[in-house]
């Protein structure tokens, strides 16, 4: 993102030549070096949600083998090292490798459309964030293939993920691969929050921003601010193995409870980041099943943010049990159920919406607001857990697993899942069948609850969590067995979507530009949209250009066909943080192998530290500074040099 | 609750039972709420007046509708009774629940370890030490206070029927107490994932009448009885040389405290941290194969030949 020279962009009106004059400047080149080049945010996008669902699809196979190793009681199918690595590996895969990457990938995809921008703030950036996703993803995965997946679950206490009682490389791979995914991330959130800022289309004052973006950027303000700490946790773990010091090793005046705190202080912001964003699409989906604007949007909005601030005070509910002092433990109780108010107000504004409106049943509204009360029990579980006394019963019990589950598979899958029959028909350009997705919703809702509502019971019978086997006699054989069968019918629930989506990919009803009558930028566009994505920047008046004039409203009309022009190079334009006056006219880089070098090159730096050879890493750092001049380069076409004679 | 052992929905002890009826409050308000939410949220769904897909949704008339922040203030006023209510109920009883006792009967210091327990009885006093693993006896009616010890890696020491959760920390002493109000046989059980048999680190809490407690406590004081028959007196010459690199019997040469101490070992209703029942049969099974038991226990399969097998049960079955 560069500030090109101050001249006035023309405003014209679409046209045939002007948009094979952005073609040829946007479109990517095909085949394979297309591929490994590009920075259009669609493909980025689309990348990031492949390569998620395929992470998903591993970490559900891994948990349907521990669901058949807990069946019944005494069973010996797992040993315990396999167990342990696997219940680690599903938790780091669902958590780190599939929740919060799918909704990047969504965001990715639909941010410069529903912002009415040719592309996000840093493209280049873009394509770094996904290739490095990719290769940590390959980093962590080849530790648990080759035997050394994680063993100390999901948060990895210490002193058990420490050398003296973890002397494989298990928890080295894990180390090395969250250092080197918290730099796709923060890389990520840097460039939300910039384009959230800087890349709205004219008139989009902030109070217009569809909620799906308010969602993203608060979850990645909060990743920008909370990531270094578990980096920095790791970091400190990988030296107290690999050389000896002793951040955490108490017998040498280290703290085992640091890795806690700065691990919560990431984790528990972290939870709030991969639902926030999934909020935000039921928030934006719902409403167009309902056939009116979403009710409360400012405070919906607000109490987005409220959540993610109260969710920095909340960490330390995660360590009741850890004998900190009690004036402290009842701050964070009160700030845990405080917390609860801004979840309730998304709450009852979804429900306000269905009935305030008229609501059509299709797949995805199904998906939408079954998620309100996937979200209220996950919702009132954490309420329990919010007091002291109680979580000091039910913490580290199957109950807090049940809670974990409706959390992220009800307010992260359902709505991803939802968000997928809504936006494929953008992103593809065919729908999703609906009927095979009513068999799809219904077998994914009935097996999802029948595998974890009873395990809040399980729990409250008292069986602790992350144990590869149980004694018969302790009353949870019955709910184990439903739980299992459960999670199997939840496994097919999710199949079935998967073969949805190849048999809709080839022979779905085609959707035109705007096949729901939605009312937000992206449907302004074809479907797919074309590699520039607006041909004329649009100039927008509300919050639902394309329902205007419909819902009584006078004298607001956005323009989406008639603006900027912007074809003098990659353009775009930048405009003002609050407001979105037009402010500069945004210089895109093309295509590049940078990023991908860049991130071979880092990758290689892990790989090298891992395997403590100093060489391999010293030319993975040449490899990533050469990636670095060739992309910090100056060009002209860039503005960020000046023609020699100018 | 007999059927589960573990549950937290019954209670024995003081601390369990200033806890049981907020559990039970706030298990109430969220099975409500999930219950009134549904209701409002189906009714809605089914006010639906088409289904279909996006040819429906197209033709379905836009509507402007009213504003609907009634519906959001409403709800939140709704919702902040029972939050206020837990929040001050939770206040009160973590009060309460959090603080330990003035004046405690005894303390006795418990040591979490990869995969057992192990407890000492009143430290300040050497004339009333002992040692035990994996079985508390406490006296109903009095409170008893715990310091816990994190011997290796993180463990959390819970007795659902007594008290919540206290993680025992390499590096700090944290404080929990037990008091029962009825005699019994509570179980306990880790709950912080501390490796592989993390499964099979349970443990028992006995409170018995005062009387009884006075009783087991005078004769865990006692040393381990001399040994009287000949394949006791070749037993116990095994276990001194092979038991005693780890184990400890008071009154022999078997001194290392590195696994649990043997001596009182037949009084205890369990081993292997709560995963056998305490028979000759279990015991022999034990001792032979403990990996088949617990694989990755610290403990090695010794392979015995028959007669040192059954010299060592002899000695063993003594010890009571």
């Known amino acids: 993102m560069r500030a090109a020279d101050y001249r ?16 040829r400047l946007w479109e990517t080149e095909p085949g394979l070096k297309g591929f490994l080049t590009t920075v259009d945010h669609k493909q980025i996008g689309i990348r990031y949600i492949v390569t998620a669902f395929i992470l998903l699809a591993v970490g559900g196979i891994e948990a349907l083998v521990m669901r058949l190793q807990l069946a019944g009681p005494n069973l010996s199918l797992l040993t315990p090292e396999q167990y342990d690595e696997l219940f680690s590996t599903h938790g780091m895969t669902m958590i780190f490798l599939y929740a919060s990457p799918v909704l990047s990938g969504f965001s990715n995809y639909l941010w410069p459309l529903l912002l009415g921008s040719r592309d996000m703030a840093f493209p280049r950036v873009n394509a770094l964030s996904y290739w490095i996703y990719l290769a940590s993803a390959i980093f962590l995965y080849a530790g648990f293939l080759t035997g050394h997946g994680p063993n100390d679950g999901w948060f990895n206490y210490v002193p058990y993920a420490n050398h003296d009682y973890n002397p494989g490389l298990n928890e080295d791979f894990y180390s090395l691969g969250m250092v080197l995914l918290g730099i796709s991330v923060t890389a990520g959130a840097a460039n939300f929050i910039v384009t959230a800022m800087r890349t709205r289309a004219p008139g989009m004052s902030i109070n217009k921003v569809p909620i799906l973006i308010w969602g993203t950027l608060t979850a990645n303000a909060a990743n920008l601010v909370v990531v270094p700490a578990v980096s920095l946790a790791f970091f400190l773990l990988w030296m107290d193995r690999q050389f000896g010091t002793h951040f955490y090793d108490s017998h040498a005046g280290g703290q085992p409870l640091l890795w806690q705190h700065l691990f919560w202080i990431f984790g528990h912001p972290w939870v709030y980041a991969i639902v926030l964003p999934a909020m935000g699409m039921v928030s934006d989906g719902l409403p167009v099943f309902c056939r009116r604007p979403l009710v409360g949007y400012s405070v919906v909005a607000l109490s987005t943010v409220a959540t993610m601030i109260l969710g920095f005070g909340v960490w330390v509910h995660h360590m009741f049990a850890t004998g900190l002092p009690g004036l402290g433990l009842s701050f964070f109780s009160g700030a845990s159920i405080v917390i609860v108010i801004p979840s309730a107000v998304a709450v009852f504004a979804w429900l306000a919406t269905i009935w305030l409106g008229r609501p059509v049943i299709t797949t995805a509204f199904l998906y939408f607001s079954s998620m309100i009360l996937l979200f209220v029990i996950g919702g009132v579980s954490g309420f329990m857990t919010a007091s002291v006394p109680v979580d000091w019963q039910l913490t580290d019990t199957y109950f807090v697993v049940a809670h974990i589950h409706y959390v992220l598979i009800g307010i992260n899958l359902f709505p991803v899942l939802g968000g997928a029959y809504f936006w494929f028909p953008k992103m593809t350009g065919r729908f999703l069948d609906e009927r095979l997705g009513r068999w799809n919703f219904w077998t994914t809702f009935i097996g999802f609850n029948l595998a974890f509502l009873p395990m809040h019971l399980t729990g409250l019978l008292g069986m602790p969590r992350r144990v590869y086997t149980y004694a018969d006699g302790m009353g949870w054989d019955t709910l184990n067995l439903i739980t ?16 949805n989506v190849f048999r809709s990919l080839r022979s779905g009803v085609p959707a035109g530009a705007n096949p729901w009558d939605a009312p937000t930028l992206e449907w302004a566009v074809s479907s797919p949209p074309p590699p520039y994505n607006f041909a004329v920047i649009p100039t927008v008046a509300s919050r639902h250009p394309l329902w205007e004039g419909r819902l009584g409203e006078d004298g607001i009309v956005s323009s989406v066909d008639r603006g900027m022009l912007l074809d003098e190079g990659k353009e775009t334009i930048g405009t003002t943080a609050l407001d ?6 945004l210089e895109m880089p093309e295509d590049s192998f940078a990023p991908l070098l860049l ?40 503005r960020e040099r000046e023609p020699a004679h100018g | 609750m007999h059927l589960a052992p573990l549950t937290y929905l019954s209670a024995a002890g003081t601390r369990a039972g200033i806890t049981l009826p907020l559990t039970w409050f706030t298990l109430a308000i969220a099975i409500l709420v999930c219950v009134i939410i549904a209701i409002i949220l189906w009714m809605g769904v089914k006010r639906a007046q088409s289904r279909g897909g996006a040819a429906e949704t197209r033709s379905a008339a836009l509507l402007r509708g009213a504003s609907g922040l009634n519906w959001i203030g409403v709800g939140l006023l709704i919702s902040a009774v029972p939050l206020l209510i837990t929040l001050v109920w939770t206040m009160v009883a973590l009060a309460r629940v959090g603080t330990p006792p003035q004046h405690p009967a005894f303390t006795i210091d418990v040591t979490g370890r990869q995969w057992w327990w192990d407890v000492r009885y009143d430290a300040t006093d050497p004339e009333k030490t002992f040692a035990t693993a994996n079985e508390i006896h406490i006296p109903v009616g009095q409170p008893v206070l715990v310091r816990l010890h994190g011997g290796d890696v993180i463990h959390s020491f819970w007795v659902p029927k007594l008290s919540g959760k206290t993680d025992t920390i390499p590096g700090q002493v944290n404080v929990t107490w037990l008091e029962a109000s009825r005699p019994g046989r509570f179980v306990g059980q880790c709950t912080e994932y501390c490796g592989w048999q993390h499964a099979h680190m349970a443990f028992e809490v006995v409170a018995e009448p005062p009387a009884d407690f006075e009783r ?9 009885p001399e040994p009287t028959t000949p394949d006791q007196k070749r037993g116990m010459a095994w276990v ?9 019997v008071a009154g022999t040469t078997a001194g290392a405290t590195a696994a649990p101490d043997l001596t009182h070992l037949m009084s205890r209703h369990k081993i292997a941290a709560g995963t056998l029942v305490n028979t000759p049969g279990t015991l022999a099974g034990w001792i032979q194969l403990p990996q088949q038991v617990k694989p990755g226990a610290l403990m090695p399969n010794q392979y015995l030949t028959g007669q040192q097998l059954s010299d060592t049960l002899a000695y063993l079955e003594t010890l009571k």
């Not at chain 1, 750092?621 to 050469?626: E, P, T």
């Not at chain 2, 001194?240 to 400890?248: I, V, W």
């Open chain 1, 8 to 23: 006035t962009p023309l405003i014209g009106v679409d046209s045939v030549e002007h948009q094979s004059k952005l073609m």
């Open chain 1, 484 to 499: 299992t069968v459960g999670s199997f019918v939840l496994a097919i629930g999710i199949l079935l979507f998967f073969i």
């Open chain 1, 580 to 585: 979105a006056d037009p402010d500069m006219i």
């Open chain 1, 599 to 638: 991130a071979i090159g880092a990758s290689l730096v892990f790989v090298g530290l891992l395997l403590k050879s100093w060489t391999l890493a010293g030319v993975a750092c040449a490899i990533a500074l050469i990636a670095l001049v060739l992309w910090l380069w100056p060009r002209r076409d860039l």
């Open chain 2, 216 to 224: 087991w406590r005078a004769a865990q004081l006692q040393p381990a």
């Open chain 2, 240 to 248: 001194e040389y092979r038991c005693g690199s780890c184990h400890r």
